[in-house]
């Protein structure tokens, strides 16, 4: 067990909704990134925040946005889903923007259908 | 940009054999941080070891060591003693001295046959 916490598990929805995924870091992490595993795409890293702001952008959709709130909780906030978002999504978290150890979360499985 | 090559899709092992992982990446950066994660069934992602490119010594985890060659930007993982719970997918992954974000290799799928 990494510490680190996503919900939910799994998230099966249809094209054109939007869904919240939710990561919580490992107690005392000020990091969180988050990274998409697909089987086209391979794992990307998606976006990083760090102590609640926005530190570093990859392959990550203008439809796609995140957040991290003051109790370093993050939330994927993913819209006008495509049967290509199909996915697992990953959150990983360390303990400060330039940690060289990342430490990932059990990921959520999204299905568009 | 960083790119990260894994050139074997899958490797069989005989238990208890030794089985080596190829992992070549492309940077200008002098000074990063390389990962090997392994991913087993459940689909989590555990990092098994890391090596600092400032560091000659190769890195070492128990059965799990590299062999990092820096002029050639390679980084082998060398798993001995393979165990039936190694079967997973082995990522190579990249830090550049950002270290804000991890560019991973395609994958290689080890089987531990019994």
């Known amino acids: 067990d990494s510490g680190v916490t996503q919900t939910p598990k799994h998230l099966i929805t249809a094209t054109g909704q939007r869904v919240t995924l939710r990561c919580s870091p490992r107690?005392?992490?000020?990091?969180v990134y988050w990274y998409q595993q697909s089987l086209d795409q391979g794992l990307q890293f998606l976006i990083q925040y760090y102590n609640g702001e926005e530190r570093a952008k990859g392959n990550i959709l203008e439809r796609f946005s995140a957040q991290q709130f003051p109790d370093l909780h993050s939330e994927l906030n993913l819209s006008s889903l495509e049967l290509g978002d199909s996915a697992l999504y990953f959150c990983?978290?360390?303990?400060?923007?330039?940690?060289?150890?990342?430490?990932f979360g059990p990921g959520t499985r999204l299905t568009v259908t | 940009a960083q790119t990260v090559t894994q050139s074997q899709p899958e490797m069989s092992v005989q238990e208890a054999e030794t089985v080596t992982l190829s992992c070549t990446y492309d940077?200008?950066?002098?000074?990063?941080?390389l990962f090997w994660y392994k991913q087993p069934p459940s689909r989590q992602m555990i990092l098994v070891i890391r090596?600092?490119?400032?560091?000659?010594q190769n890195a070492t985890e128990n059965r799990f060591s590299v062999n990092f060659q820096k002029a050639a930007k390679s980084f082998s993982l060398k798993i001995s003693d393979s165990q039936l719970g190694d079967t997973a997918m082995y990522f190579c992954?990249?830090?550049?001295?950002?270290?804000?974000?991890?560019?991973f290799g395609g994958g290689t799928r080890v089987l531990v046959k019994p």
């Open positions: 940077t200008s950066e002098s000074n990063y941080y």
């Open positions: 107690s005392g992490d000020l990091s």
């Open positions: 992954a990249f830090s550049g001295a950002a270290g804000n974000k991890l560019t």
């Open positions: 990983a978290s360390s303990a400060d923007s330039r940690s060289y150890e990342q430490y």
């Open positions: 090596q600092e490119a400032y560091k000659q």
